[in-house]
């Protein structure tokens, strides 16, 4: 279905269109590039391998590794694919309060 009654997880305004809408609806996600600045994704980059090198401690955050990857990546951020609970992150936290986001 992509008429705008099916689609129960975006809202029918002009911010995404009907196919951007129904992709989100069928995969979970939306990759929109550049939507944020090469300089932020830097700044979020740096500050996300502090946190997964422990360098920074975020009260209640869960770090999560692939094992699969460990093999390949070792202790290194590259194995991380989740971070939880993050809020506490003042700079990581900060993307989610980006306007564009």
Do not use: H, W
Not at 23 to 34: H, P, Q, T, V
Not at 48 to 69: Q, T, Y
């Amino acid at each position: 279905c992509v008429s705008p009654l099916c689609l129960s997880y975006t809202l029918d305004n002009d911010v995404l269109t009907t196919e951007q809408r129904q992709f989100y609806e069928d995969n979970g996600y939306l990759l929109i590039k550049k939507l944020v600045s090469d300089e932020d994704i830097e700044r979020f980059r740096k500050e996300f391998v502090r946190v997964c090198r422990k360098e920074v401690k975020i009260p209640g955050a869960m770090i999560m590794k692939d094992e699969s990857l460990r093999s390949q990546y070792g202790q290194s951020e590259r194995a991380v694919n989740k971070v939880q609970d993050f809020q506490e992150d003042e700079e990581l936290f900060r993307y989610c309060s980006l306007p564009q986001v």
